[in-house]
């Protein structure tokens, strides 16, 4: 089945540390999104990518870094310059960068910070 | 910039009956496109209904319509006939190029 997968679904990290998203995807899209969920802010953009070995910044990048070597994979690096990192993260994809392209989800992360 | 508005941050609705989920938005754009994403319980999003700015016709997508009035940017998801499963933050969202511009969601309980 294709879709989007997402790793581990919970995470702790204690103050200090940098950790890193894992999101992986067999859909065959081009672009790449990582977003952050807060209660009661909905879902902001951190950073997305259109295409292998490029991304753009978000409305929240900072604190944040990406990478993406391959088509399939889009992992997000939390480091310690995050003020604030506890939240729920999703990685989402969709078939190009669009207006109209439907974007698909993974389960998302929880990441807590200690 | 584009924002959207989710002006009902809760909202419930007696099995079988009919409800309608608030969102207006503000840009200057013409050309765009707006979607219902529900987030049941275990937080995976899913895509409800989508809707393209330059089709007058509302969009629907069986139980779930939508009631797009541009001049007015409002987009309001009507859900007929509740169920149990429809129980679920939805978001409305707007399309941009490279992101989606979410509301802060409503919440929709649905009572047996």
């Known amino acids: 089945d294709g879709g989007i997968t997402q790793s581990p679904k919970y995470l702790f990290r204690k103050e200090g540390q940098n950790v890193t998203l894992s999101c992986e995807q067999n859909?065959?899209?081009?672009?790449m999104y990582w977003y952050r969920q807060d209660p009661g802010q909905g879902l902001r953009l951190i950073y997305y990518?259109?295409?292998?070995?490029?991304?753009q910044k978000g409305d929240i990048a900072e604190g944040y870094s990406v990478s993406r070597e391959k088509k399939e994979s889009f992992p997000l690096t939390v480091t310690s310059a995050q003020k604030n990192p506890t939240a729920f993260y999703l990685c989402?994809?969709?078939?190009?960068?669009?207006?109209?392209?439907?974007?698909?989800f993974g389960p998302g992360t929880r990441l807590t910070v200690l | 910039a584009q924002t959207v508005t989710q002006s009902q941050p809760e909202m419930s609705v007696q099995e079988a009956e009919t409800v309608t989920l608030s969102c207006t938005y503000d840009t200057s754009e013409s050309d765009y496109y707006l979607f219902w994403y529900k987030q049941p319980p275990s937080r995976q999003m899913i895509l409800v209904i989508r809707q393209e700015a330059y089709k007058q016709q509302n969009a629907t997508e069986n139980r779930f319509s939508v009631n797009f009035q541009k001049a007015a940017k409002s987009f309001s998801l009507k859900i007929s006939d509740s169920q149990l499963g429809d129980a679920a933050m939805y978001f409305c969202?707007?399309?941009?190029?490279?992101?989606?511009?979410f509301g802060t969601g409503t919440l929709l309980a649905v009572q047996p």
């Open positions: 989402a994809s969709s078939m190009a960068g669009g207006k109209k392209d439907e974007q698909f």
């Open positions: 859909l065959n899209h081009d672009a």
């Open positions: 969202a707007w399309g941009a190029t490279n992101k989606l511009i």
């Open positions: 990518s259109q295409i292998v070995n490029d991304f």
